[in-house]
């Protein structure tokens, strides 16, 4: 007979799809300067690299499409694509690169040009004097402070970018992340229950019937459910890292009372919440 089975909150059952996280891998950079004309050869990317001009013309080659950026565009080049540089005398750029994994940023067959972006000049400049600020300095933190400002770097490209370029994979894993945090903050302003599913779509300006759907798919839970779940790691956490008895957080959360709270807890971790005192 096989045995019954309870499974955390705090995760979803097996088997529930989960909105793959979007974001860039910093693997390395770059800053190039010529004091004549020079041609980088033809070569093909394995990973993103985003080229920032800092003084002169920056021209190029994608794909056999010849490009020439104007003061204050950024070049996106993506994996696979055919890059050459034709760098007049004086020109100075950086180059920074990024892996993406599985999930592709842009559209595929997309015309070079939509991957030219123009994002705040003011703030790319401010990220990359923070990059070459930390090159070298091999403290133990740079590596940090530099993945930090390339994934600010990042968000500012993919909103500057045109928004027909961008892969609809991505597009709708980036929502998702979005909308999870929505739905957690939703969920943390009313730790203290009394939030039904109506008043969540409202909140969210959706409807019951998608947000039920949408819950499901990012959770695997219903978001009664979710909610649920969610008072429990409250309480879960509280219990661990405060003095808050149990009555007590059974109180701060909202339950009726605290017969109603342990059953809850005991069902859900399998231990009664006295357990993490």
């Not at 920056?58 to 996106?76: F, I």
């Not at 957080?249 to 009664?272: E, I, M, N, T, W």
């Amino acid at each position: 007979m096989p045995t019954a089975m309870r499974y955390d909150p705090y995760l979803p059952p097996p088997g529930a799809a989960l909105a793959r996280p979007v974001a860039p891998a910093f693997t390395g950079m770059a800053l190039l300067e010529t004091a004549a004309p020079a041609t980088y050869p033809r070569h093909r990317h394995r990973d993103y690299e985003v080229i920032v001009p800092l003084r002169g013309a920056y021209r190029c080659r994608v794909d056999g499409h010849a490009l020439a950026l104007a003061r204050g565009q950024v070049l996106v080049v993506k994996p696979g694509d055919w890059h050459e540089d034709l760098l007049p005398a004086g020109e100075r750029h950086i180059g920074i690169w990024f892996a993406l994994g599985a999930l592709p940023l842009f559209r595929p067959g997309i015309a070079a040009s939509a991957q030219v972006a123009a994002p705040p000049p003011r703030q790319v400049a401010a990220l990359v004097a923070r990059l070459l600020a930390e090159q070298g300095l091999g403290d133990g933190f740079s590596l940090r402070l530099q993945e930090a400002a390339c994934l600010e770097l990042f968000w500012l490209l993919v909103r500057a970018l045109p928004a027909g370029a961008l892969a609809p994979g991505f597009l709708a894993a980036n929502q998702d992340q979005v909308l999870r945090r929505r739905l957690e903050e939703l969920f943390e302003a009313h730790h203290r229950g009394g939030l039904a599913v109506a008043a969540m779509a409202e909140a969210l300006h959706s409807s019951p019937r998608a947000l039920t759907a949408t819950c499901r798919r990012l959770t695997g839970l219903s978001p009664a459910k979710a909610f649920a779940a969610h008072r429990l790691r409250r309480a879960r956490d509280l219990l661990a890292q405060t003095g808050l008895s149990v009555k007590e957080v059974a109180a701060h959360l909202g339950y009726a009372d605290q017969h109603h709270f342990s059953r809850a807890y005991k069902a859900a971790f399998k231990v009664p919440p006295s357990s993490r005192r």
